[in-house]
C-alpha cells in the first residue's frame, strides 16, 4: 500500500509539474493594441467579408456540439430550441423566465450552453455586440482584430485575436478567456459550410490545446417563411410550366431580339448588323454571323458581348422565376406594412451581389421591384413588372415594364411554347 501511495504520489508530482511547465512554455500574455476608428474599419472589413447582412436576416439555424448538445435558434423570434440529452428546453432569449423546461437550473443549465455552443458558431458576427471593445493587433506582420467582451454572454471580460486572410475573412483565433487559464490558446475558424440562408457557418475547430477537436454537426442556416413566400410568387406565375417550356421569343426595347431553346440552353442573339448562335454554359461552341454572313474565325468580343446581352435582357423577362437559382438568397422584409421578397444574387449572372426587393400584388404577383446594385448605381430603384400574359406553354411572362422617369421597357411579342 505504501508503495502505491508513494507512486501515486510521484505520479501526481510529475502531472503537477508537466502542467507548470506547459503553462509557461505556452502561455502568452494578452497584447495591447489601439483602438479607435482604424480598428473599427478593420471590423467593418471583416463584416463585409462575411456578409454580415445576410446573418442579420437570418431565421432559422441548426447545429449540433461535439454530439452532445442540440440546437435549433428562431433567430427573429429570439428562441431556441435546446436538446441536452434526454432533456428538451425551449428556451426564450428575450425573457428567460417565459423559457419552459422541468427545473429553473435546467434553464440556467441551456443558458450556460447556449451562450458557449452559439459562440463557437457565429463569434465572428458578433465582433460590434453590445459591450465590446475592439482594437488593431499586429500579428505576424499584418493587422489582426482583437476584440474584448466587457459584458454580456456567460463570461465577461473574454478577449478573442481574430486572424484575418488577404479578403479580411477569418481563419483561426487565439483566446484568453476565463475557462481557459492559458492565454493565447489558438482555434481554427477554416471548415466554413455555405448555408441556404447565405451566411457562412464553421463545421469544426480544431484547437492548439493538446489537438482539440470542436465538431459543430450538421450545420444549418435557411429562411422557412422566405421560403413560402418564394413558393407562393412562383406558384402565381406558373413557374412549373415555365420549368416544361421549350422555348421563348421575345425582344428588348426594339433593340435586340431571341430565340431561347430554353430546353437545350441555345438562343439566338440580334442585335444590329449581328446574330450569335450563343451556347451560355459553353460558349466556345458560339458562333457569329454578320450581315447574315458566318464568321469563319469567331470574334469572341462579339460572343462575350451577347453573353451580357442575354444574361441582362432575359433577366427583364424571367427574373421572377430565378427565386431558387443557385447562390440565391431570400429574405423577407417590410415595404409600406407588407411583407416583400428580398433576393440577393450571390454568384452567376454578370454582376453577382445585386439585389431586388420583390413587390407583390395581391395574387403574390410581382408587380414592381426595387433594385439595390452592387455598384451603387441603383439603391432602391423601383421599376413596374406590368402586362403580365399567360403565354401558349401555360406559364406568366411580363411585356413591359415602367420606371419612375417616365421611362417604358417593351419586351415585345412575348411567346413561351413547346
Known sequence: MKKFLKALGLLMVLVFLFGVGYYFLNNEKLPEGNKGKEADALAIKMFNALNHEAFENTEVIEWDFRGTNHYKWYKQQNKVEVILGEEKIILNLKNT?????????????????????????????????????????????????????????????????????????????????????????????????????????????????????????DVKAYNKEANKLADKILAAIKHEAYQKTKFIEWSFGGRRSFNWNKKENIVDVSWEDFRVNL???????????????????????????????????????????????????????????????????????????????????????????????????????PATWEGWITTESGTLLPTNHSFSNGGQLSMGEVKAYN
Open 97 to 217: 423566465s417565459k423559457s419552459i423546461a422541468s427545473s429553473p437550473k435546467l434553464i440556467q443549465k441551456a443558458i450556460d450552453n447556449f451562450n458557449n455552443d452559439s459562440f463557437w458558431l457565429v463569434a465572428p458576427y458578433k465582433i460590434f455586440d453590445t459591450g465590446t471593445e475592439r482594437a488593431i493587433v499586429k500579428y505576424e506582420g499584418k493587422d489582426a482584430l482583437l476584440v474584448t467582451y466587457t459584458s454580456g454572454g456567460s463570461t465577461p471580460g473574454d478577449s478573442y485575436l481574430w486572424i484575418l486572410n488577404d479578403k479580411f475573412f477569418p481563419v483561426a483565433y487565439k483566446m484568453w478567456t476565463s475557462i481557459i487559464p492559458i492565454g493565447g490558446v489558438s482555434a481554427t475558424w477554416s471548415d466554413w459550410k455555405t448555408t441556404e440562408a447565405g451566411i457562412k457557418l464553421p463545421t469544426k475547430h480544431k484547437l492548439s490545446l493538446f489537438g482539440l477537436e470542436l465538431d459543430m454537426g
Open 279 to 381: 451556347y451560355p454554359q459553353e460558349i466556345d461552341k458560339s458562333t457569329v454571323y454578320f450581315e447574315g454572313e458566318k464568321q469563319e474565325d469567331t470574334d469572341e468580343k462579339i460572343v462575350k458581348r451577347a453573353w451580357d446581352i442575354f444574361n441582362n435582357d432575359s433577366f427583364w423577362l424571367v427574373a421572377p422565376h430565378k427565386l431558387y437559382d443557385k447562390g440565391v438568397i431570400r429574405n423577407i422584409v417590410d415595404v409600406e406594412g407588407k411583407d416583400a421578397l428580398k433576393v440577393t444574387y450571390t454568384s452567376g449572372g454578370t454582376t453577382p451581389g445585386d439585389a431586388y426587393v420583390w413587390i407583390l400584388d395581391s395574387t403574390y404577383v410581382p408587380k414592381s421591384y426595387k433594385m439595390y446594385l452592387k455598384n451603387g448605381r441603383m439603391n432602391g430603384t
